[in-house]
């Protein structure tokens, strides 16, 4: 079955830690993408990127680091420079052909200890 | 004014009702639209894509206006399934080589017995 797996469901940072999220997908897309949800907000985009070994910033990159080693893989950082980490972060993928709707993993849920 | 506007809702219909959302944007040049469904502590999952000519999949139809740069989505016989968070989605340029894409903060339907 294809799709996006996020892990983990959960995560739980503390103070001054990097904690990483993992984003893959068997969809064949290039693109891939990092969206943080808050409470009443729309999705904010962190991070894209849309070929392998290659990653724009989004509208709210700062204190996020992303990676793109293989065209499956997409994970997160979240670094100790996010003061306000605490969101429900998405991940996502498209063709990048035409215009093309994008496809979410179910998400990972982080939190400050 | 905001990229993508919606009406926060709540929506409280009956079962069997029709409900309409309406939606607004802002950038002319954009050229993909698109209706997500969220439910409460999940992913957004794409609901249909919304074409010039207006398109219909059983119960939902959807019609993009680009004089008056609205969509909307109309539900007829509302089930209590349809109890949900409907966003907008569009796309923030026309270039079409990569799926950026604006969401709205969505609109809250409930339907109840």
């Known amino acids: 079955d294809g799709g996006i797996t996020q892990s983990p469901k959960y995560l739980f940072r503390k103070e001054g830690q990097n904690v990483t999220l993992s984003c893959e997908q068997n969809l064949n897309h290039d693109a891939m993408y990092w969206y943080r949800q808050d409470p009443g907000q729309g999705l904010r985009l962190i991070y894209y990127?849309?070929?392998?070994?290659?990653?724009q910033k989004g509208d709210i990159a700062e204190g996020y680091s992303v990676s793109r080693e293989k065209k499956e893989s997409f994970p997160l950082t979240v670094t100790s420079a996010q003061k306000n980490p605490t969101a429900f972060y998405l991940c996502?993928?498209?063709?990048?052909?035409?215009?093309?709707?994008?496809?979410f993993g179910d998400g990972t849920r982080l939190s400050i200890l | 004014r905001k990229e993508v506007e919606q009406d926060p809702g709540p929506f409280n219909v009956p079962e069997g009702a029709t409900v309409a959302f309406n939606c607004t944007y802002s950038n002319s040049a954009s050229q993909s639209f698109f209706w997500y469904r969220q439910d409460c502590r999940k992913e957004p999952k794409l609901l249909m894509s919304?074409?010039?000519s207006g398109n219909e999949d059983g119960r939902f139809t959807a019609q993009l206006n680009r004089a008056s740069q609205y969509i909307s989505l109309l539900i007829r016989d509302s089930k209590l399934s349809d109890s949900a968070t409907y966003l907008c989605?569009?796309?923030?340029?026309?270039?079409?080589?990569?799926?950026?894409?604006?969401f709205g903060t969505g609109t809250r339907l409930q339907v109840t017995l």
């Open positions: 989605v569009v796309n923030k340029d026309g270039s079409g080589t990569a799926s950026k894409l604006t």
């Open positions: 990127s849309q070929i392998v070994n290659d990653f």
């Open positions: 919304v074409y010039s």
């Open positions: 996502a993928s498209s063709l990048t052909s035409g215009n093309q709707p994008q496809h």
